[in-house]
């Protein structure tokens, strides 16, 4: 094991390989308050990687309904056992911003709790069994009672509440799939950090499987390998003639009903609409931190839902992270318009300020709305979208029959 800097965790924890970050970080930022869990991801990416025999069980993207949902079934219940921490321990009291925007976790990874209990592999873990993959939507819509915790029905009772979670590989900077792979088959690119299978040097082990806490390596018995999320990467290398050569976003990104997604790269630069949502204005969080292994995929957490599963959850920020949601800023609004505005993927916005159209007051908060237009550059610095917080209003001519 050597020591790695986990900024999620705000200390550095053990890793079996040393630190080495991607110039630029593949990642994405989800919208929950915003999912209506219309499963048009899912099939993007079903109908685009996992057709073929052998795969029918295998959904590289899913939407879970929380807190009974998941696939494979308890797999987020059953991996918080494993670490002896159903419930985060933290310290934040004293926030280091430079090291951690949340505060220090003080509990175990699953790198550190498998060498605590001297178990012959580099991370806890399982391997579900067969039934537990058996259907990616099970749990969907059953609510939970906040008056009485064994009883669960539908909405739409304030006292019961679910929200929805959106999947997939978190391309992980420290990866329970990659540490835990005696063949050396998995790789983390240097270029961009996606994580990927080599499936020439697959053995099937399923050790991958086993040690990912999210269990999104997955086997495919009638290739006797295991297959993963390749985050569309020949879209983000921007193969795709649509894009005519600029970075592009995935299939499930783009095929997003609910305008809930945004997808980019994490890097230094404060105008990039990810690192800025993640990094500085901190209203986007990692799900499940305290595994450790430094997950970058984040969500923007469901107001309505209990604060004290969300911390659970997204870790120690989630109140900050709803407080500035409900209540947005004027910067806020702004930036995250352009979510699904574009396929081609935004490194750098800039925005031209509009006039005041609305005010009131939420939660004893003055709430102020302006309708700015947000412009959105790629990476050569060319603009590539713009649009205004108010969405504009076309009005059909009449001569057309069908009009309404």
Same mark, same amino acid.
């Given at each position: 094991m050597t020591l790695v800097h986990n900024w999620h965790l705000g200390r550095r924890m053990e890793?079996?390989?040393?630190?080495?970050?991607?110039?630029?970080?593949?990642?994405?930022?989800f919208n929950i308050n915003r999912c209506i869990a219309c499963q048009t991801c899912t099939m993007a990416c079903k109908s685009a990687w996992t057709y073929n025999k052998g795969q029918e069980y295998m959904w590289w993207n899913n939407v879970e309904t929380k807190p009974y949902g998941?696939?494979?079934?308890?797999?987020?219940?059953?991996?918080?056992?494993?670490?002896?921490? @159903?419930?985060?321990?933290?310290?934040?009291?004293?926030?280091?911003?430079?090291?951690? *925007?949340? @505060?220090?976790?003080?509990?175990?990874?699953?790198?550190?709790?498998?060498?605590?209990?001297?178990?012959?592999?580099?991370?806890?873990g399982y391997i579900p069994e067969d039934k537990e993959w058996r259907a990616p939507n099970f749990g969907e819509d059953v609510a939970k009672s906040n008056n009485?915790?064994?009883?669960?029905?539908?909405?739409?009772?304030?006292?019961?509440?679910?929200f929805y979670i959106q999947r997939l590989?978190?391309?992980?900077?420290?990866?329970?799939?990659?540490?835990?792979?005696?063949?050396?088959?998995?790789?983390?690119?240097?270029?961009?950090?996606? /994580?990927l299978i080599d499936q020439k040097r697959c053995r099937g082990y399923r050790k991958c499987v086993e040690q990912c806490p999210y269990k999104k390596p997955m086997y495919r018995g009638l290739t006797r390998v295991s297959e993963?999320?390749?985050?569309?990467?020949?879209?983000?290398?921007?193969?795709?003639?649509?894009?005519?050569?600029?970075?592009?976003?995935?299939?499930?990104?783009?095929?997003c009903v609910g305008q809930i997604r945004l997808q980019g790269f994490l890097d230094d630069n404060p105008k990039n609409p990810v690192t800025w949502l993640i990094r500085h204005h901190k209203v986007?969080?990692?799900?499940?931190?305290?595994?450790?292994?430094? *997950?970058?995929?984040?969500?923007?957490?469901?107001?309505?839902a209990p604060r004290s599963y969300l911390r659970q959850m997204f870790g120690p920020g989630v109140d900050e992270a709803v407080?500035?949601?409900? /209540?947005?800023?004027?910067?806020?609004?702004?930036?995250?318009?352009?979510?699904?505005?574009?396929?081609?993927?935004?490194?750098?916005?800039?925005?031209?300020e509009g006039p005041k159209v609305f005010e009131t007051v939420i939660h004893g908060k003055k709430f102020?709305?302006?309708?700015?237009?947000?412009? @959105?550059?790629?990476?050569?610095?060319?603009?590539?979208?713009r649009t205004t917080v108010e969405e504009p209003l076309y009005i059909r001519d009449p001569k057309h029959y069908n009009s309404i």
């Open positions: 890793y079996p390989y040393f630190e080495s970050r991607p110039k630029k970080q593949f990642a994405a930022i998941g696939y494979p079934q308890s797999w987020d219940v059953k991996t918080l056992k494993l670490i002896d921490n @159903g419930e985060n321990t933290w310290y934040t009291d004293e926030k280091d911003e430079k090291l951690s *925007p949340y @505060g220090v976790y003080e509990g175990d990874t699953i790198f550190e709790a498998s060498a605590k209990k001297n178990l012959n592999q580099w991370a806890v009485k915790p064994d009883e669960y029905s539908s909405l739409p009772e304030h006292s019961r509440w679910f590989c978190n391309h992980c900077t420290y990866p329970g799939c990659l540490a835990a792979c005696p063949r050396k088959a998995i790789y983390k690119r240097k270029e961009d950090g996606i /994580v993963k999320c390749i985050a569309c990467y020949p879209r983000i290398e921007g193969k795709d003639p649509l894009t005519k050569g600029r970075p592009m976003e995935t299939r499930c990104m783009s095929a986007a969080l990692p799900l499940y931190p305290q595994f450790g292994t430094e *997950p970058n995929i984040y969500y923007i957490p469901p107001r309505w407080e500035k949601f409900m /209540v947005p800023s004027r910067e806020l609004l702004a930036v995250m318009s352009l979510f699904r505005m574009t396929q081609t993927i935004v490194f750098e916005y800039k925005i031209e102020e709305m302006f309708n700015d237009t947000v412009i @959105g550059f790629g990476e050569d610095g060319q603009e590539i979208v």
